[in-house]
């Protein structure tokens, strides 16, 4: 019998969608839970059995309730697509573990890698080039910032628990002036990252996708974020890349790092910068199953105790978040260019709009609630 899977889903649908396609194919249930964030019309899409809007003070009962009303040939596989559900699996993952397959790197992992100075420090500590970093706590950190590092620099939350209170994932600043007027966001109690401004356009970042098995077999997937816009990628192009391929999976072998995950990159004067690690299902997963090998998959046949052939996958594959892309062009009213991309991706059999390829049904919802303003 096939495994049922469970995604812990937020606003990014296309990580949970690939989840969802992947199981649907090996003929498994597909529930998605969304805590305190997420689309209550996940419903609507054919990939998902049935969905649900759960607040974190019921999330316990919920479960209990969910559980009662459902029976299971073995444990379900639980797989988490934002940060905020990385961070509540782990707080409670004895609870979790009891319940579900977790398919989720360990507590050391995700207390690290979600939070952006301890990231920057694991990362620097086995080998890899990181930006300049200080952490600000109070407005009178600037100072001391200024006297590390040039501007402009760019300001990130410290970590997912607190970017809702600070409303931006990362932010340039190119003035002091701007930089002393975060000083609001630091009197709310959060706490900011300022790095280094590594120059390069969007095409200068590099994506790194993996899902690492328990026996230590990577599948990757590997490539370009041609497009993004506020950090995220509206357009991805699969490149191979050797040397980027060895130093992801070394230092993937000197964590131990188990399940799915991505690393970004940006190129600068012949080296990469590590810029962050995403120990969640990544939101544009889905590229590597456009490009014939699937990471999800690998993923669900490694824990259901089956095996799946390493597939390297296809090159210049093209990855197309359909709202994002066109929202940058409309903002930069690049109206000719976008024609002149529309025919290029229509024209290109390698290249795929997420939505079209993922569930066109759902996404036509998704737009039109984004359109009228209705979650």
């Known amino acids: 019998m096939a495994r049922d899977i469970v995604v812990l889903a937020g606003t990014a649908p296309h990580s ?45 009962s919920f479960w209990e309730r969910f559980f009662a009303s459902h029976t299971f ?9 934002t940060d905020a559900a990385c961070l509540l699996i782990d707080n409670d993952r004895a609870f ?61 939350p410290q970590g997912a628990i607190y970017l809702t209170k600070v409303g931006f994932k990362f932010r340039i600043i190119e003035k002091f ?22 120059p390069g356009d969007d095409d200068k970042y590099s994506f790194y996708l993996f899902y690492r098995a328990k026996d230590g077999t990577i599948h990757d997937c590997m490539g370009v974020k041609t497009l993004q816009r506020t950090g995220i990628m509206a357009v991805g192009t699969v490149k191979q890349d050797d040397y980027l391929t060895h130093i992801c999976r070394d230092y993937l072998q000197n964590i131990d790092y188990y399940g799915i995950g991505g690393i970004e990159f940006k190129r600068y004067n012949g080296k990469y910068y590590f810029i962050e690690m995403s120990t969640r299902t990544e939101g544009f997963l889905a590229i590597a199953q456009m490009a014939g090998t699937s990471l999800v998959e690998a993923s669900y046949l490694d824990i259901t105790g089956s095996s799946k052939e390493v597939v390297g996958a296809k090159e210049n594959t093209v990855y197309v978040d359909t ?15 976008w024609i002149k991309e529309l025919f290029r991706f229509l024209l290109n059999a390698n290249a795929h709009l997420a939505g079209i390829y993922l569930d066109w049904r759902f996404s036509l919802c998704r737009y039109w609630k984004i359109l009228t303003h209705k979650n």
């Open 16 to 60: 949970v969608l690939a989840l969802c396609k992947m199981a649907k194919r090996h003929n498994a249930h597909t529930y998605v839970v969304c805590v305190d964030d997420g689309f209550e019309y996940y419903s609507r899409s054919r990939l998902v059995s049935e969905a649900f809007m759960v607040s974190r003070k019921d999330e316990k």
């Open 73 to 81: 040939d073995g444990k379900p596989i639980l797989y988490p697509t």
């Open 96 to 156: 979790y573990e009891a319940l579900f397959e977790v398919c989720m790197p360990t507590h050391e992992i995700i207390s690290a890698y979600n939070d952006k100075t301890v990231a920057e420090n694991e990362a620097a500590k086995y080998g890899l080039n990181v930006p300049k970093t200080c952490v600000v706590r109070s407005a009178t950190d600037f100072e001391d910032v200024i006297g590390h590092l040039k501007l402009p620099v760019i300001v990130k």
């Open 177 to 198: 002036e701007d930089l002393e007027d975060l000083g609001v966001i630091l009197s709310q109690g959060c706490q900011l990252v300022i790095q280094e401004y590594i």
């Open 323 to 337: 709202f994002f892309w066109i929202l940058r062009r409309i903002q930069e009213k690049q109206f000719g260019l």
